[in-house]
């Protein structure tokens, strides 16, 4: 059975960083391409960042480059999302996505983060 388990979310001021973790189980982990998506209140689920099996591709939705970081750590299984300068539009629930090409085969349930002074 597949599980995708993220953590690391909570309530952080604006300016300020977190850094979210999704750990894998009941996967050939390192033959899946990892991604965080997010989705604010009202509005569509949106690709936040995605890193290939190689570690080195990765790719990151513009509103988030230069702020935001994935990392994977094959040996434990697990992909990082470094979150910094967060901004108020930055509140969402983050979920981490296992794809084997381009469309996700598994999701996790969420995990949220709010950006509020």
């Known amino acids: 059975q597949v599980q995708l388990v993220e953590s690391g979310g909570g309530l952080v001021q604006p300016g300020g960083s977190l850094r979210l973790s999704c750990a894998a189980s009941g996967l050939t982990f390192t033959i899946y391409t990892m991604s965080w998506y997010r989705q604010a209140p009202e509005k569509e689920r949106e690709l936040v960042a995605r890193i290939g099996s190689d570690s080195d591709s990765t790719n990151y939705a513009d509103s988030v480059k230069g702020r935001f970081t994935i990392s994977r750590d094959d040996a434990e299984k697990t992909v990082y999302l470094e979150l910094n300068s967060l901004k108020p539009e930055d509140t969402a629930v983050y979920y981490c996505?296992?794809?084997?090409?381009?469309?996700?085969?598994?999701w996790g349930k969420g995990t949220l983060v709010t950006v509020s002074s």
């Open positions: 996505a296992a794809a084997l090409r381009v469309t996700p085969n598994y």
